[in-house]
């Protein structure tokens, strides 16, 4: 036995006191790649493209389920009822008695930045690559440009100032100081006139799945709008509508389906057969409602000549009592082959921006023309409107009803105009005049001094 | 897979084990063939400690080599001559010296000697260490302790049993985890604090092994802790100061829990048999409001909101549900009784040069939740010694075997038994199906159609080989092998939805989560020791090198044709894969120890580590700790030696760094990964952190000083230590804000954190007569907490979270003034006096919510075949009460909130004002509690049958009771869980028989 052990021993001493340092290197694991890689290959820096906007899909403002905008600002303003009862945050929402420490907040705020640190990354990441083809670059940096917008001008709208991250180096972001919200328009529309001139016209896939130069200048329509600059708001929305690919359809049951020729851009579905999120949020089959209903006063107010009344809500009743639910995605399930994506943007959105653009600038006849074609698709016939006030007037009140529940386009219409602390008290009990901000997330404020609260929070 | 394979083939390896005991214990078995020795007569008798015969004592001829071993009933067969004198020596007991006189007959009763305890051998991982000698802080526990405690989980058996170490188990649903701290918080890292856990040599990786989607209903993902299992453990020993940790090097910083699984002996075949039935309930539960105070709670907080008409979504207020129904919701949904069935059956024996033992081990539990939930456990143990014939070579072969079939529902009910509506409907319609009243709440045991499965399977091996080069110069290898396969899977069938939704499977889902982890050690080492004149020297070098493996595998699939399908995820209609990757752990380090004695007075003790680990960057893998420890044995010195009264004295300090690898592989790297979120049929790929490659090494220095004295022969021994840590350029995950797009950064810290404390362990032996026995252990710790220095703090995310001199884990709290008396609204201190309250301006009051002290204090009484043990566990600290949202909205209260006059002005929502303030009092002192409370965590009652007339069969009966009283103030349920929504800890009571033979 001794034979064999003391060279065994040597043996092994030998290994062990001689370096052998390279033992604990490690190569990188097959399910990850390194961060320049990335982006020197056309395949990953699209799958990295991909998936920032399964996360705008999936969670943050912009996704379709139960704590995307829709849901969120539909409680916060006027359109939704709450009929649950143990739902901390949507019962804050739907009071209006949201804390700086209450977690949709936060979650809402880091879900959109980090959003953003993808945008930011897939920016540098094709900055810094030399494999990618000038196109591809283009391509890929002209939409992380158009997402860094389109997520800011939420937040933006959501809490007032906020900081516009351009970078992902987290040395100078956390530091950052809230922006003004003038500022933050510069910065938005700087992003999308270089998203404009990036994109092409053409979309890279089917199904209208992921943004074109069109969908830069619709968000761009609507930031001109808010911002209240109606020519540029005007001239903008015409850009989109003057784009033949766009087709207005007539029929108001198409508008939501996945081929409508009148959408601007969707998301494609996360699983084959899936529908849009809307779906499952707002559709219930029997009362009371199991999540949100629409508000009767919401209903009410649509003339009953209205085909959105009929077509785009549903009515439910035990008998008794009546409930309503937004009808303008049919599909609450799995279907095998999808029918409806979520659309984020539409033609009718370019056609009531325009109308209140030019009616701002008193082309009331032009306007009034682009007011008429979204009140013909629902059955209505031209406006009563003569003066410029009256059209403006008609123009809100088309949006409330072509947009309800929709990205929160309620409670932003409401907001740039000025109407929330005159219409909302005498329906949400719960309303404070300094409701109309977000406040700043409290856990955000305690890491980085540099940023200050809203007031009333 | 097949469900129930694996439980009814544990059932039947168990039973047939028993069986087959059974019937091969004969009388010719039991015996000792008699010995054929001419001049010699045979010599027999039964070695008892007074009342339990005592096993495997060694009984030898003076001036003979000898030995023979006393069999399971204390029985031996000598050949001796008549003129012969025997020596009787047991570990712990006053060895005897008894002349044969020519007797055939010869019983001996020992006597426990607290002295001898001196002489047990401490395991310290790599070496052993004569409790005397140690110069390490090491607190140990033995099966003596664990088998008392009905208990599944490891860490369970410790609780209020060691000085210095915090248990606090998170919940109590079945293979739910446990907090441990050693010493306090070293790391700032939530999941950083972990010591290293090494069973017989193997390290064994404590990481979470779950996935959130698949997890079940405990608050932290699946610990792989409870794949342990305490009836197969010897001893476990918790190594504490620089001096015994620093060997660990790199992971000795939190500590580290060695734990030794229990080894065959020499000696005839013993059989064990050991079955028990255990009955829990949930420890404490806070009284709630009844329907009568909750609706009249609702009614004003509508007529305070100045709402007339109840809104139509009020459903408990507005009549749509019955005003007079009440349902004690906690009663309801964790109220049920867990039944834990426990069966335990081992065989071991062996020659002087050969012992083995292979246990077998079967357990189920039920839990407190409505519904067929189980856990099952079956667990195998073997061990095998060999000793060569010439003594020079040892082979040492232990594998434990474990599967464990968790079957749960994936949420927990306790948080919904509190906050639900006492007038809230019933859970089932007259044809027994869930109850949705027309949609008006939602039903909660629609929940638990959602169901959590887990199945884990761990090996865990280990070879220690040892061959005496010369008789002072060993070497000797450890090899180790672990392998943990688990599988887990949670469904979500459509069932579970509010049939409103009017979705069918279609929509129903499962998620699959498959982990395997396997890990090979091997740590060569040479030991060497020699006698110079009074001093003794002891060297020990070694190496280790480590691969850990682990490779996980989510899968979902959606959709399927029938719920009853949902368990196969190959009838899904959509799969898609979430993960899957591989993570490779690797670790290398060089050790050595250097320990002189001189004269049994004075003990230097030098220990050093070289680790590397492929958690860190190119550059930044290697560092190297070490550690050096003094002890001075007074009661050694001339002055001392035969005091009457001080019969142990020792005084020992030690100084050393160690250090913390546990910061997750790969995190050094900037990396995407794959979302597992499709778009377009593209699988996303995603950034994974924000990536650090500075990020070195965490140090951590230990400082220690003890006293170690035992009186009276040491039937009185009081040890007390003081401990003095600091760490630095501590690892940790940054918190960041979001505007980072991340919350973390793993990063060194700047800065110096200090823990420091006192433990006292006090041992007395109170009463030590024939048949009547006491003895008493007291344990006691405080550890204090404090941020020594952070250059940079004001320019840091921590600006708000940490001061200089506070402790690292205090929060800061508004400071409550009262109510206003007009309004009734809560007040704060404005600190800043800018006229309002703010979160930045005004939470300037500090508060430490981790505990001020803890301990524990046992007792153990023998009176003949009587045992009686208990245990009392106290801790002093502070916590927060009960916040389940504000009071007057359709939440259900403590009772004493219907003490209007008590609280703010009710409101069902609408009272902006009211709402901010009561969240601000839930952050504030007014909303601090003493959550301090003493428990009897254990008490155990044993019988040892006098079953004279039947030969060799020893018969014990126990009682065992868990978390059985407990005493408190805490207004908000259980005060050690706290509230944190989870299953409080459970009490538990186990009426059992254990039969050897």
Redesign the interface.
């Given at each position: 036995m001794k034979n064999f052990i003391i060279p065994l021993i040597v043996f092994l001493a030998l290994y062990c006191f001689t370096g052998c340092d390279d033992f604990v290197d490690v190569e990188v694991p097959a399910s990850q790649l390194t961060g320049s890689i990335v982006f020197e290959d056309h395949a990953t820096a699209n799958a990295a493209m991909a998936d920032i906007y399964s996360k705008l899909r999936d969670s943050g403002l912009l996704s379709g389920n139960s704590i995307g905008s829709a849901t969120c600002l539909g409680l916060y303003a006027d359109e939704l009822v709450y009929y649950g009862t143990n739902d901390e945050n949507v019962f804050f929402l739907f009071n209006n008695s949201l804390l700086s420490n209450t977690s949709i907040v936060s979650q809402q705020w880091n879900e959109s930045y980090h959003q953003i640190y993808c945008a930011n990354a897939v920016i540098e990441g094709c900055q810094n690559s030399t494999a990618l083809s000038t196109a591809d670059k283009n391509q890929f940096i002209g939409e992380a440009t158009f997402v860094r917008a389109l997520v800011h001008f939420y937040l933006m709208n959501l809490h007032g100032d906020v900081p516009y991250i351009t970078t992902t180096n987290y040395e100078l972001n956390r530091v950052v100081t809230r922006m003004p919200t003038a500022e933050v328009y510069n910065h938005i529309i700087t992003d999308l006139d270089q998203a404009i001139a990036l994109l092409s016209e053409n979309y890279i896939s089917a199904d209208r799945v992921r943004p074109n130069r069109s969908t830069a200048s619709a968000l761009l329509a609507r930031v001109y709008l808010y911002k209240g600059d109606w020519a540029a708001a005007s001239n903008a929305a015409s850009a989109v509508l003057n784009n033949p690919a766009y087709v207005w359809e007539n029929d108001i049951d198409k508008i939501f389906l996945k081929e409508c020729t009148a959408t601007i851009w969707q998301f494609s579905p996360k699983l084959d057969g899936n529908n849009a999120d809307e779906g499952a949020t707002f559709i219930f089959q029997s009362g009371s409602p199991p999540y949100v209903g629409l508000s009767s006063e919401l209903v009410n107010s649509f003339t009953n000549n209205d085909l959105r009344k009929t077509h785009w809500i549903a009515t439910v009743t035990d008998g008794t009592n009546t409930w309503y639910h937004a009808n303008k995605y049919k599909q609450n399930t799995n279907t095998g082959t999808s029918v409806e994506y979520s659309i984020i943007f539409r033609l009718a959105e370019q056609y009531l921006i325009r109308a209140e653009a030019r009616a701002r600038q008193g082309e009331l006849s032009n306007a009034k023309d682009d007011l008429n074609i979204v009140r013909h698709l629902a059955g209505l016939p031209d406006t009563a409107a003569v003066t410029a006030d009256e059209v403006i007037t008609a123009v809100m009140q088309e949006r409330r009803f072509e947009f309800f529940t929709e990205y929160g386009h309620r409670f932003f219409d409401l907001k740039r105009n000025g109407f929330l602390n005159t219409i909302l008290p005498t329906v949400k009990p719960g309303w404070n005049t300094t409701d109309q901000l977000w406040p700043i997330p409290e856990t955000e404020l305690l890491m980085n001094p540099n940023l200050t609260q809203n007031p009333g929070y | 897979m097949n469900n129930f394979s694996l439980n009814k083939g544990w059932l039947v390896l168990c039973y047939s084990l028993i069986l087959g005991l059974c019937l091969c214990h004969s009388p010719l078995f039991a015996q000792n063939v008699p010995l054929s020795t001419t001049s010699k007569q045979q010599v027999t008798g039964t070695i008892t400690d007074g009342g339990a015969p005592l096993t495997g004592v060694s009984i030898s001829v003076k001036g003979e080599q000898k030995t023979v071993i006393s069999n399971f009933d204390g029985k031996f067969t000598i050949a001796v001559s008549s003129n012969d004198i025997l020596i009787f020596t047991y570990m712990g007991f006053k060895t005897v010296t008894m002349p044969v006189d020519g007797r055939s007959v010869i019983n001996i009763r020992m006597q426990e000697d607290a002295t001898t305890l001196q002489e047990v051998k401490i395991n310290a991982g790599y070496y052993s260490v004569k409790e005397s000698e140690r110069t390490g802080s090491i607190s140990k526990i033995t099966s003596k302790d664990i088998e008392k405690q009905p208990v599944t989980n490891v860490l369970a058996t410790m609780q209020g049993r060691m000085a210095g170490v915090d248990i606090v188990q998170d919940s109590g649903s079945p293979g739910g985890a446990f907090t441990i701290k050693i010493r306090g918080q070293n790391s700032l890292r939530a999941d950083g604090n972990q010591p290293l856990y090494i069973i017989d040599g193997v390290p064994y990786s404590s990481e979470t092994i779950g996935a959130i989607a698949t997890s079940g209903t405990a608050p932290t993902l699946t610990s792989p802790l409870s794949s342990i299992n305490p009836s197969d453990i010897e001893s476990i020993e918790v190594l504490k100061d620089a001096d015994a940790t620093a060997i660990y090097g790199s992971r000795g910083a939190n500590g580290v829990v060695l734990i030794t699984t229990k080894k065959g002996k020499a000696g005839e075949t013993s059989y064990t048999v050991n079955a028990s039935t255990s009955f829990g309930s949930v420890t404490r539960t806070p009284k709630l409001m009844n329907t009568q105070q909750y609706l009249a709670m609702r009614q004003q907080a509508f007529a305070n909101?100045?709402?007339t008409v109840f809104p139509?979504?009020a459903?408990d207020v507005n009549g749509t549900w019955n005003q007079n129904r009440y349902t004690d919701w906690q009663k309801e949904l964790i109220g049920g009784t867990p039944e834990v069935n426990n069966l335990q059956a081992s065989v071991s024996g062996g020659s002087q040069r050969t012992q083995y033992l292979l246990s077998g081990n079967y357990r189920t539990e039920t839990t407190v939740f409505p519904g067929d939930f189980k856990y099952t456990k079956g667990a195998t143990h073997f061990n095998m010694n060999h000793t060569?014939d010439d003594d020079?070579?040892k082979i040492t072969f232990s594998a434990n075997y474990i599967a464990q079939k968790n079957n749960q529902p994936s949420i927990d009910l306790t948080r919904?038994s509190r906050?639900l509506?006492p007038n809230a409907p019933a859970l089932y319609d007259a044809n027994g199906n869930l109850n949705w009243e027309?949609?008006?709440?939602?039903n909660p045991l629609a929940g638990l159609l959602s169901q959590f499965d887990s199945r884990i399977k761990d090996l865990t091996a280990n070879t220690v080989l040892l061959?005496a080069?010369r008789p002072n110069l060993q070497?000797k290898?450890s090899l180790g092998y672990s392998d943990l396969n688990s599988n887990e899977s949670r469904t979500q069938p459509s069932t579970m939805y509010?049939?409103?939704?009017?979705?069918?499977s279609?929509?129903s889902s499962l998620s699959t989560n498959q982990t395997t982890r396997t890990s090979w050690i091997v740590e060569?080492q040479?030991n060497w020791n020699k006698v110079i004149g009074k001093g003794k020297i002891d060297v020990l070098l070694?190496?280790t090198?480590q691969k850990q493996r682990t490779e996980r595998l989510f899968l979902n699939g959606?959709?399927f044709a029938s719920n009853s399908l949902i368990h196969d995820l190959a009838s899904a209609?959509?799969k898609?894969i979430d993960?899957?990757?591989?993570?490779?752990?690797?670790?290398?380090a060089?050790f050595a120890r250097m320990n002189y004695t001189w004269d049994e007075r004075y003990i230097l003790n030098v220990t050093a580590r070289r680790d590397?680990?492929?958690r860190f960057g190119?550059g930044k893998?290697?560092a190297t700790f070490g550690a050096i420890g003094a002890a001075w044995l007074f009661s050694n010195e001339a002055l001392l030696k035969d005091n009457s009264v001080l019969s142990f004295g020792k005084l020992r300090t030690s100084y050393g760094t160690a250090g913390n690898d546990q910061i997750g592989?790969?995190q050094f790297?900037?990396?995407?990964?794959?979302?597992g979120?499709?778009?377009?049929?593209?699988?996303?790929?995603?950034?994974?952190r924000?990536?650090n490659p500075e990020f070195g090494w965490e140090t951590n220095r230990k400082f220690e000083v003890a006293i170690e004295t035992g009186f009276l022969k040491d039937r009185l021994f009081l040890t007390t230590a003081y401990y003095f840590n600091r760490s630095s350029n501590q690892l940790v995950g940054i918190?960041?804000?979001?505007?980072?797009?991340?919350?973390s950064?793993n990063a060194n810290l700047d800065a110096t954190v200090q823990n420091s404390g006192l433990e006292f362990t006090l041992r007395t032996v109170n009463f030590q007569h024939k048949h009547f026995e006491w003895t008493t252990n007291f344990n006691i710790s405080i550890n204090r907490n404090k941020l020594i220095s952070y250059p940079g703090l004001e320019?840091s995310?921590?600006?708000?979270?940490y001061v200089v001199g506070q402790p690292i884990n205090s929060i800061k709290l508004y400071h409550y003034t009262g109510m206003n008396p007009t309004t009734g609204v809560y007040e704060f201190e404005d600190v800043n006096g800018d006229g309002t309250i703010?979160?930045?301006g005004d939470r300037k009051t500090i508060a430490d919510l981790s505990p001020r002290f803890f301990g524990g204090l046992q007792n153990q009484f023998k009176y003949k075949g009587f045992q009686l043990d208990f245990l009392f566990q106290f801790v002093k600290q502070q916590a927060f009460g009960s916040m389940p949202?504000v009071p007057g909205?359709?939440?259900n209260q403590l009772a004493s909130v219907s003490d209007a006059a008590a609280q703010q002005p009710y409101t069902a929502?609408?009272?902006?004002a009211v709402?901010?303030v009561y969240?601000r009092y839930g952050l504030s002192d007014g909303n601090l509690q003493d959550a301090s409370y003493v428990r009897l965590k254990n008490i155990s009652l044993t019988y040892d049958l006098p079953l004279k007339f039947t030969h060799g069969v020893r018969c014990q009966l126990y009682m065992q009771g868990q978390n059985v009283l407990t005493f408190t103030h805490y207004s908000n349920g259980d005060p050690e869980s706290k509230f944190s929504g989870y299953l409080p800890p459970l009490k538990v009571f186990t009426g059992g028989v254990k039969l050897t033979f």
């Open positions: - | 909101d100045g709402v139509s979504y459903y060569s020079r070579f919904v906050t509506a027309n949609s008006t709440w939602d061959y080069i070497f290898t509010n049939p409103a939704y009017g979705v069918g279609e929509i060569p040479l070694g190496g090198f959606f959709g209609s959509i898609t993960l899957s990757d591989e993570t490779i752990y690797k670790y290398q060089f590397g680990s492929s190119p893998q290697f592989d790969y790297l900037d990396t995407y990964t794959s979302s979120n499709t778009y377009q049929g593209t699988i996303g790929l995603q950034p994974v924000l990536f918190p960041l804000p979001g505007t980072t797009g991340f919350s950064l320019s995310t921590y600006v708000n979270t703010t979160s930045m949202g909205t359709a939440i929502g609408a009272n902006g709402t901010t969240y």
